[in-house]
């Protein structure tokens, strides 16, 4: 029988936005609930967004880092819980908790690094470090790191009538392959680098997103004669349903500190080719790849895969595979638990 554990996650961000840090560490709570008890320390707010099973701890996050008070409501905190393993899931609580490494020695403690770092020091105190993709784990000791990707939920699996219905709206009566793309339309997804690739290519291009350069990339567009071959649809609840009836998922990033898009993309079983940024350069094999900004690579890059899309998509099976056994939750959490478990007998 599986030793339950006592779990604390600590997540500092103030005031009860919910973005993919949040997610994902309400994602995990849950997830490790069903096997452990699991305590959450958060700023107030969170609290009616706590999951069930999950016991819920408000403390002031919104004081600095320095601030002693802080301080000992953390300290206080984790003396009543006394977890076995404490988590910290931001920057902020990896700062607070390294100076109480010491006061609780007979803890694990543990802090996930969703983002590279400038100074990994605060990091190094703890007994382990969870990272989200391989260039970061360089950092550590093979021993005392782990990489778990981040979760990604699939959408919800439409009918075979509704995919047909989305996908006609889609191509508005064009018999063409379906590309997409995600993204907040800013500079950094690089989506004029897409559009002059799309040049010459028989396709239509469904675009995701919304952002500061829609202007500038629909005048693209029309200068490039792409108007009739590419939709603008704006941003979407449902995005993950559209990665269900496209034929190829296309991202073309000048940078990505980790490609959810590709993960999304994998996981609900869509092909997928993108720039080498991280993310994508573990899961996708060399020639599904291009260097960032090189229009000419792209092009040529979306000619040759369109052109063998049905023997691609046979060769995606493994990766659709692993992704859906590595980036399901419930996976994320079994490897987080397996670490935890790692470490605590190293500990001992």
Same mark, same amino acid.
């Given at each position: 029988?599986?030793?339950?554990?006592?779990?604390?996650? =600590?997540?500092?961000?103030?005031?009860?936005?919910?973005? =993919?840090?949040?997610?994902?560490?309400?994602?995990?709570?849950?997830?490790?609930?069903?096997?452990?008890?699991?305590?959450?320390?958060?700023?107030? &707010?969170?609290?009616?967004?706590?999951? *069930?099973?999950?016991?819920?701890?408000?403390?002031? /996050?919104?004081?600095?880092?320095?601030?002693?008070?802080?301080?000992?409501?953390?300290?206080?905190?984790?003396?009543?819980?006394? &977890?076995?393993?404490?988590?910290?899931?931001?920057?902020?609580?990896?700062?607070?908790?390294?100076?109480?490494?010491? !006061?609780? %020695?007979?803890?694990?403690?543990?802090?996930?690094?969703?983002? &590279?770092? *400038?100074?990994?020091?605060? !990091?190094?105190?703890?007994?382990?470090?969870?990272?989200?993709?391989?260039?970061?784990?360089?950092? !550590?000791?093979?021993? *005392?790191?782990?990489?778990?990707?981040?979760?990604?939920?699939?959408?919800?699996?439409?009918?075979?009538?509704?995919?047909?219905?989305? *996908?006609?709206?889609?191509?508005?009566?064009?018999? %063409?392959?379906?590309?997409?793309?995600?993204?907040?339309?800013?500079?950094?997804?690089?989506?004029?680098?897409?559009?002059?690739?799309?040049?010459?290519?028989?396709?239509?291009?469904?675009?995701?997103?919304?952002?500061?350069?829609?202007?500038?990339?629909?005048?693209?567009?029309?200068?490039?004669?792409?108007?009739?071959?590419?939709?603008?649809?704006?941003?979407?609840?449902?995005?993950?349903? /559209?990665?269900?009836?496209?034929?190829?998922?296309?991202?073309?990033?000048?940078?990505?500190? !980790?490609?959810?898009?590709?993960?999304?993309?994998?996981?609900?079983?869509?092909?997928?080719?993108?720039?080498?940024?991280?993310?994508?350069?573990?899961?996708?094999?060399?020639?599904?790849?291009?260097?960032?900004?090189?229009?000419?690579?792209?092009?040529?890059?979306?000619?040759?895969?369109?052109?063998?899309? &049905?023997?691609?998509?046979?060769?995606?099976?493994?990766? /659709?595979?692993?992704?859906?056994?590595?980036?399901?939750?419930?996976?994320?959490?079994?490897?987080? %638990?397996?670490?935890?478990?790692?470490?605590?007998?190293?500990?001992?």
């Amino acid at each position: 029988m599986e030793q339950r554990r006592r779990i604390a996650q =600590v997540m500092t961000t103030p005031g009860g936005a919910m973005g =993919v840090i949040e997610q994902h560490t309400f994602e995990l709570c849950a997830a490790l609930a069903e096997k452990n008890e699991v305590h959450l320390l958060a700023d107030r &707010p969170y609290s009616a967004s706590c999951p *069930k099973g999950v016991i819920f701890h408000p403390l002031e /996050f919104s004081k600095s880092a320095l601030n002693p008070l802080l301080y000992w409501q953390l300290a206080q905190t984790l003396n009543h819980i006394q &977890p076995h393993v404490v988590h910290a899931q931001t920057a902020k609580a990896v700062k607070l908790l390294r100076r109480l490494v010491w !006061f609780f %020695q007979h803890m694990v403690f543990v802090a996930t690094a969703h983002n &590279p770092q *400038k100074n990994w020091q605060a !990091f190094g105190a703890m007994n382990g470090v969870i990272v989200t993709n391989t260039p970061m784990a360089n950092h !550590f000791a093979a021993d *005392k790191v782990r990489v778990i990707y981040p979760a990604s939920i699939p959408a919800v699996e439409l009918s075979v009538r509704d995919k047909k219905q989305l *996908k006609e709206s889609l191509l508005a009566g064009h018999q %063409q392959p379906l590309l997409l793309a995600i993204g907040r339309l800013t500079p950094n997804k690089a989506f004029d680098v897409l559009l002059r690739a799309l040049v010459g290519v028989d396709a239509r291009l469904v675009i995701v997103g919304d952002g500061m350069e829609r202007h500038s990339l629909e005048y693209l567009c029309r200068e490039l004669g792409l108007s009739e071959q590419v939709v603008f649809a704006g941003r979407r609840h449902n995005e993950t349903a /559209f990665l269900q009836v496209a034929d190829l998922c296309v991202v073309s990033s000048r940078y990505e500190r !980790f490609s959810s898009v590709v993960m999304d993309a994998l996981a609900n079983g869509c092909p997928v080719i993108s720039t080498k940024v991280a993310g994508a350069n573990e899961w996708l094999p060399e020639a599904l790849l291009v260097p960032p900004n090189n229009v000419e690579a792209l092009h040529s890059l979306l000619c040759v895969t369109l052109k063998r899309l &049905p023997m691609i998509r046979r060769n995606y099976l493994p990766i /659709f595979l692993r992704a859906r056994q590595e980036l399901a939750v419930t996976g994320m959490a079994e490897r987080t %638990q397996d670490f935890y478990d790692d470490l605590l007998e190293q500990h001992q």
